[in-house]
């Protein structure tokens, strides 16, 4: 069994790496590189988009900064603000389903051509539990995703979500 290098570098905590990772000495200390790093990241996307119940701010930022955009013009596409965005991936509030379905379709329609909405919903209203650890493989020159598996060391603890109207007027007593 190959040991799997967890991939964090990009700001996820649950990718790992079977293979594609090359490390050497350097006079300054060992250099890490990755097998065709916009694949990859590509295939991240793409896995991310079909496969999580709930998007993570650490994966909608990664989302955002594989497409290239900031978070103004992430939320111009989304139709929201930039703060908006910003909000989502500090995970201060949690991500409308209709602005999350709509990144989803972004990354597939980007990556694979026209995306069949009505499908997409369908299927990630499906989804029924959170999956954890994402395994990738580089072959022939390719990028794979080849497993997911739930982590039973899950250590991270749900983030309490303030409330998503945090500037609501508070009805006045008199």
Partial sequence: MTKATRYDWCGLRDVFLLNGVLSRATPYGPAVSVEDLEELHSVICRQLARDRVRLSG??????????????????????????????????????????????????????????????????????????????????????THVATAPNDADTRVATPRKTDRPYARQARVS
């Fill in 58 to 143: 650490d994966e909608v930022r990664f989302m955002r900064q594989t497409l290239g955009l900031t978070q103004v013009d992430l939320g111009v596409l989304l139709c929201c603000t930039g703060q908006s965005v910003a909000r989502w991936e500090k995970e201060e509030v949690g991500m409308p389903a209709l602005h999350a379905l709509a990144l989803r379709a972004l990354i597939l329609s980007r990556l694979d051509g026209p995306v069949d909405m009505m499908q997409l919903s369908a299927d990630t209203a499906l989804r029924s539990a959170r999956v954890s650890r994402m395994y990738f493989r580089f072959e022939k020159g390719l990028w």
